[in-house]
């Protein structure tokens, strides 16, 4: 019986997919299987997903990692949300913060409903004075969530982190090897694959060194060594409906504000991130080769730091879409590999912790059962185009006309699926969140607001509140997230006292 238990797994490629895949399998898995990590110097490693998502922390809880080891190691900082400029018109801006609003109101309608009456009323300020995450991130302050304070709306604070990608993947190659995966260097030249089904049977490294394996993960990045160039598991491009296909990366010396937000500012055909570190700011300019060459993208970005460039800009170029198969044979795509969206929402690191977490439910035996495969690609699919979705939003959500990328954006037809949330919102002003998605009813509340679409019509149950009250209890809201933050430290305190990175 034991002879059908995977024994050997091989990880194809390091960088934060691989490491991360090897740090879970070694710590979930335990000791009954032995991993080996595959990786080439010479091949460079994409290495610019420098912010994440809340959901990291169960990434890391799971593994038992302390979080304030781990920043202070990768240069870290924390995350509050993102903050969007110029993406439903020029000088507008808005911040998709973390968290939730306000519960516990005396009704059975959801607290956004309230607030779309009073708005459209005049009597409610915008969506951010009712976030404790957004006004903390906006004053620069932070603090973790108060747990043993359930009433107050620092119980609701969420934070992610902004780190450097590449200290993140040695921090978790240390812990990895520690765990026991062993680490080969060297490129892979052949993959031979067993005849009659096709099953990956080994990598081949130009040494003459043969890796032979069980199941396969492939962590090679874009090109997909496994899962492509050798499976040929097929891909499906989005470039109709996420344009965006260039991206060109270059860290800066720290300067202005230092605040726990990743900032996206668009520009005339795609934009720009800030991610600021405790040693340097991480920028990049994500744009549609179609509508901008590559030298005007970089003279944009360039022209668009907030200090001194720390390094020559790198190009990276991308096809938006995924894998039409992320689980072939015996081998899983996790990360790069497996599909590309763009960063705009900073989910790729996100998705390589789904698709660990998925492998994981889903491990399989050496004879791979067709019916767990097949469970596994219809939950990465669905996950994939539910963040597509959320991610055309904002490229469609807009009255720029400035230049031919937005006003192909604003034209351009969409998914079903999405259009059917856009109508529903636009009519009665109700969010359609569908099974376990990633984001949420305070997400698509505040994309659709903050990029100008507006609802001609209210929940029925809100008709039931008196005005004059609800306004009342939402100043009262108001004013109790402003005391909060006045009494939270600020964001470079906060990093001081508890994950200052170590200086040589």
Known sequence: ????????????????AGWMTAAALSKLLG?????????????????????????????????????????SETQGTFKLGIEFVNWGAIGDRYVHGFGRYPHGLPTEAPFYAHWQRLHAAGCAEELQAYSINTQMALAGKMLRTVRNMPDSPLADVTNAFHFDASLYAKYLRRFSEARGVVRKEGRIVSVPQRSGDGFI??????????????????????????IEKTLQ????????WLPCNRAIAVPCASGGAFLPLTRSTAHSAGWQWRIPLQHRIGNGHVYSSQYMSDDEAAHILMGNLDGAPL????????????RRKVWNKNCVAIGLSSGFLEPLESTSIHLIQTGITRLVKLFPSKHTDPSVVDAFNAEADLEYRQIRDF???????????????????????????????????????????????????????????????????????????????????????KNTIQKCVDVVPTHSEFIRKNCAARTS
């Open 1 to 16: 019986m034991d002879n059908e238990f995977i024994q050997k797994l091989v990880i194809v490629g390091g960088g934060t």
């Open 31 to 71: 000791p009954s299987i032995h991993i080996v990590l595959v990786e080439s110097e010479e091949i460079s490693t994409i290495g610019v997903g420098e912010a994440t998502i809340p959901p990291l922390q169960v990434f890391n809880d799971a593994l038992g990692i302390d979080e304030d080891e781990l920043l």
């Open 201 to 226: 049977e080994a990598v081949v490294l130009a040494s003459g060194e043969r890796i032979e394996g069980d199941f396969f993960v492939d962590c090679s990045g874009m090109h997909g060594l496994l």
């Open 233 to 240: 598991s097929g891909f499906e491009d989005w470039s109709h």
């Open 311 to 322: 390094a020559d800009p790198r190009y990276i170029r991308y096809m938006p879409g995924k």
């Open 391 to 477: 991610l055309i939003l904002h490229y469609k959500a807009t009255t720029r006309n400035d230049s031919s990328f937005w006003n192909y954006c604003r034209e351009m037809e969409i998914p079903e699926t999405l259009q059917q949330r856009l109508d529903l919102y636009q009519s009665c002003g109700r969010i359609l969140v569908r099974d376990r998605e990633l984001f949420l009813e305070k997400s698509w509340l505040e994309v659709f607001h903050g990029q100008g679409i507006r609802n001609r019509s209210f929940d029925p149950l809100v008709r039931s509140e008196g005005l004059d009250a609800m306004q009342q209890m939402f100043s009262d809201i």
